[in-house]
């Protein structure tokens, strides 16, 4: 893969250097990560996509990362020597809607890879959908664990729903696309944050939105515990800017934490999430410091780098990061990027909430997160 920058973040920019890598590289499929500063629209990017021949997916994130570093304009460019088979999938707020039935046609065509791990499926979703989680759920149950999954959520953090997922056919809003590329891929996730609380119950909860804990409105558990633990108070207008600290962790058996990222309070004294939270399941507060996030950074790597098959320390590296570590971190977030990257080229996106396995872990829409991918180039060169 060969990932470039664009700066200027306008649609004719986007276009030149489109045309300038298909020129230089001949790629058979094009991964575009773009900032949502850029303004892009249906009308003045869709031309630029219909326009291409060659396979085309991604999305427009909070933020993008390239060379190590984090940008809030401009677009990454990868150049991608393997086609990518592109899905799209609709309707990720629809209650009625059936994932399952949209992703069966692609599961009988795709079957099953002939070596484990020896396909990756790249997943991106609008963030601000209602259901990613049960997407992510039908795409185990259609697809399995025999591939690796990376990818996250796209948006603004206006957390203003608009057209977020880059397509063949142009930008997409409320849907997912799903690209499957022939390559290996060495995957870590861990996140660095803390239990700060006993165990709540979940005992009301509606897709993203969490109702109750413990049989008390969710807002009002949330408040005394954040209060209590960092000495400020919450307004009518920092909200987000407290509970980037502070996120909800869902327990797992034998994996990391499952976190949720708490968005805003509606009228009804709940909480709104990224990501569904099951009803019954039991979540603790989590907190984090600094050193606690780098470190997981570097762990995330050190993961994706045990697991690639190539073992190779140097080469791309893929980042999937939340937005809120950003947020969380500040100007440290450079320290992250630099952990996260060791001596690999390192480009991604900054997201609204993480999507990944190891190729034996169970499928997880995680939130505050790290991601690092490692694509086992060499092994797909060889066989080329």
Request: hydrophobic share 40%; glycine share 8%; aromatic share 8%.
């Amino acid at each position: 893969m060969k990932a470039i920058f664009e700066s200027t973040g306008t649609s004719e920019g986007l276009a030149q250097a489109v045309e300038s890598l298909l020129k230089e590289e001949e790629p058979a499929g094009l991964m575009i990560l773009a900032a949502d500063a850029n303004g892009f629209t249906p009308e003045n990017l869709d031309p630029v996509l219909q326009s291409l021949k060659t396979p085309v997916f991604g999305g427009i994130f909070p933020q993008i990362i390239h060379s190590g570093q984090n940008h809030v304009k401009g677009s990454v460019i990868v150049a991608m020597h393997v086609t990518p088979e592109i899905v799209c999938v609709k309707n990720l707020s629809d209650s009625e809607a059936l994932y399952e039935e949209q992703l069966a046609p692609f599961s009988d065509k795709w079957g099953q890879p002939k070596n484990s791990n020896d396909e990756t499926f790249i997943v991106f979703v609008d963030g601000l959908s209602r259901r990613i989680s049960s997407l992510i759920e039908d795409m185990f149950y259609c697809f399995g664990l025999q591939r690796n999954y990376i990818g996250g959520g796209a948006g603004s953090l206006s957390f203003c729903q608009k057209p977020c997922l880059i397509t063949p056919k142009g930008l997409l809003q409320d849907a997912a696309v799903i690209a499957k590329l022939p390559l290996s891929c060495g995957t870590g996730v861990a996140h660095g944050w803390e239990a700060i609380s006993e165990g709540m119950k979940v005992t009301q909860a509606e897709g993203n939105v969490l109702q109750t804990l413990d049989w008390r409105p969710a807002f009002d558990v949330y408040r005394e515990l954040v209060e209590a633990h960092s000495g400020l108070h919450f307004t009518e207008d920092n909200f987000f800017d407290i509970a980037k600290s502070y996120p909800f962790g869902i327990s797992r058996l034998d994996t990391e934490v499952i976190v949720r990222d708490p968005l805003m309070k509606n009228q009804n004294n709940c909480l709104v999430c990224v990501g569904e939270i099951p009803p019954g399941s039991f979540v603790r507060l989590l907190h984090g410091r600094p050193e606690s996030l780098i470190d997981a950074a570097t762990k995330a790597r050190q993961l994706a780098e045990q697991a690639t098959r190539s073992h190779t320390d140097s080469g791309n590296a893929f980042i999937i990061d939340c937005i809120s570590r950003v947020l969380f971190l500040e100007d440290r977030i450079t320290e992250e990027l630099k952990a996260a990257g060791g001596k690999h080229r390192l480009f991604g996106a900054l997201t609204l909430g993480e999507i990944a396995n190891s190729g034996q872990d169970y499928l997880e829409f995680f939130n505050k997160t790290t991601v690092i991918g490692i694509f086992d180039e060499e092994k797909n060169s060889q066989q080329s």
